[in-house]
T-cell receptor, first 115, second 114 residues
């Protein structure tokens, strides 16, 4: 069964609005989760590391005020795209590393379309 | 810093033929290597991983990969592909001192034709 879930699986929003995406670890607790974005026909780009109990760590070039990350609990991280614009349309994927292992489990992804 | 290069953006192949998807990496530290598969509009599924030990790694769905440290390569192979193997394949690297962060290659689209 699924180890990581994401909600919603797809969302359409109007330009200027904010959208929240949830990532849940179903099988184990996670102090760290990762957020990636993927444009059509392209690879995954790491956006940020979500850290339970502290601020997220953003990769270079990612606007932290636009992509708000909250690691609400040991099983939940949320990504909020604030004041979304059409260029934010993308596939957002989270992953959860299993502690003590270098393996990561990926969520099914969230397709965001900003009109 | 680490980087990953997948040498082929698209690989068309006929059903039951062998296939090799190429991956080269660069890193100044020891790395862990992975191959993931992505079907349309889905997340990623782990095919196989190299952490240490034997350089020939066997994964799911009949795939295998060989870690070659001298050539900094981790090519993915399958002796006989099926139509259902049509998907996007990603090679990824993680350095031991990076907290598990994965750096992905550009992806290779495998298209299996009947």
């Amino acid at each position: 069964g699924a180890v990581v879930s994401q909600h919603p699986s797809w969302v359409i929003c109007k330009s200027g609005t904010s959208v929240k995406i949830e990532c849940r670890s179903l099988d184990f607790q996670a102090t760290t989760m990762f957020w990636y974005r993927q444009f059509p026909k392209q690879s995954l780009m790491l956006m940020a590391t979500s850290n339970e109990g502290s601020k997220a760590t953003y990769e270079q070039g990612v606007e932290k005020d636009k992509f708000l990350i909250n690691h609400a609990s040991l099983t939940l991280s949320t990504l909020t795209v604030t004041s979304a614009h059409p260029e934010d349309s993308s596939f957002y994927i989270c992953s959860v590393p299993r502690q003590g292992s270098y393996e990561q489990y990926f969520g099914p992804g969230t397709r965001l379309t900003v009109t | 810093a680490q980087s990953v290069t997948q040498l082929d953006s698209q690989v068309p192949v006929f059903e039951e033929a062998p296939v090799e998807l190429r991956c080269n990496y660069s890193s100044s530290v020891s790395v862990y290597l992975f191959w993931y598969v992505q079907y349309p509009n889905q997340g990623l599924q782990l095919l196989l991983k190299y952490l240490s030990g034997s350089t020939l790694v066997k994964g799911i769905n009949g795939f295998e990969a060989e870690f070659n440290k001298s050539q900094t390569s981790f090519h993915l192979r399958k002796p006989s592909v099926h139509i259902s193997d049509t998907a996007e394949y990603f090679c990824a690297v993680s350095a031991g001192n990076q907290g598990g962060k994965l750096i992905f290659g550009q992806g290779t689209e495998l298209s299996v034709k009947p």
